[in-house]
């Protein structure tokens, strides 16, 4: 089946919510595939639909119609806590504000995502400290989050989303609270991730930030209005 050569395949997704009396199409027939190991960078300004189809591919959201497959798995009819399920196993999200538990140290935070799979006390601890190694964070695990700076909060939050070895990192403005040094370090790392490949998606308002990304899906009114190549982007788009 088509679905399954592909890490992700969406098929003519609608999400539609009632307001009042109107009804909002925020997302009105995307469709689009993505395979195993690509960086995408789906962009679009606020209000285009873009969040939305996020919410769809992070199995926080299911679509009110149309058919999503993530690795071959039907989700787009799933009940809540198959979504959790989805969440948990497949996806490591990377969120703009970090999303860290404030009283908890960075051994700890990483761990989290174990904990909700009922990995065990041992395992748990050698899997997040191994994913704070790869981050460049092993000799702070016992840091609280605000010990430290915005670029080594995110590595953190990069650290949470590998530890469960997903088969998708979903990054949401990875470097909207961050200054343009600190951003580059980020990017720099998301592209080492993928460079090994990890698949990566990168949500983003900003084309600075898609166009480091190799491939590039523009939303517009909850559609999909590009959909190619970062410097075929560089070249329609911005001119």
């Known amino acids: 089946m088509e ?3 592909h890490l992700i395949v969406l098929d003519d997704i609608h999400k539609i919510y009632q307001m009042g009396d109107t009804q909002v199409r925020a997302n009105d027939g995307i469709s689009f595939t993505v395979d195993h190991g ?4 789906i962009v679009g300004k606020s ?6 189809i996020m919410n769809i591919i992070g199995a926080l959201d299911v679509p009110t119609s149309g058919k999503y497959f993530l690795n071959g798995i039907d989700v787009s009819q ?11 196993k497949q996806i490591g999200f990377i969120f703009q504000q970090y999303n860290l538990l404030p009283k908890m140290n960075l ?3 990483v761990e989290l995502p174990l904990l909700y799979a009922g990995v065990g006390d041992y395992e748990r601890k050698e899997r997040a400290m191994a994913s704070l190694k790869r981050v460049g964070l092993g000799d702070k695990w016992k840091n609280l989050p605000n010990q430290l700076s ?3 909060q995110q590595r953190v939050s990069i650290a949470r989303a ?5 088969s998708l990192i979903l990054a949401d403005e990875p470097t909207g609270a961050l200054d343009s040094r600190t951003s580059r370090d980020v990017l720099d790392f998301l592209k080492e991730l993928n460079n090994e490949g990890n698949t990566i998606i990168i949500i983003t308002h900003d084309n600075s930030i898609a166009l480091e990304a190799r491939r590039i899906i523009k ?5 999909v209005v590009f959909d190619g190549e970062a410097q075929e982007y560089r070249k329609q788009v911005l001119g």
Not at 78 to 88: F, G, K, P, T
Not at 219 to 223: A, C, K, S, T, V
Request: proline share 2%; charged share 20%; aromatic share 0%.
């Open 3 to 5: 679905e399954q050569s």
């Open 38 to 41: 690509e960086m995408v960078a």
């Open 47 to 52: 209000g285009s639909g873009k969040s939305t």
């Open 78 to 88: 799933m009940s809540d806590d198959e979504l959790a399920v989805i969440r948990n």
């Open 107 to 109: 051994l700890r935070n």
């Open 150 to 152: 915005g670029g080594q």
């Open 162 to 166: 590998l530890v469960g070895n997903p």
């Open 219 to 223: 939303i517009h009114d909850g559609q």
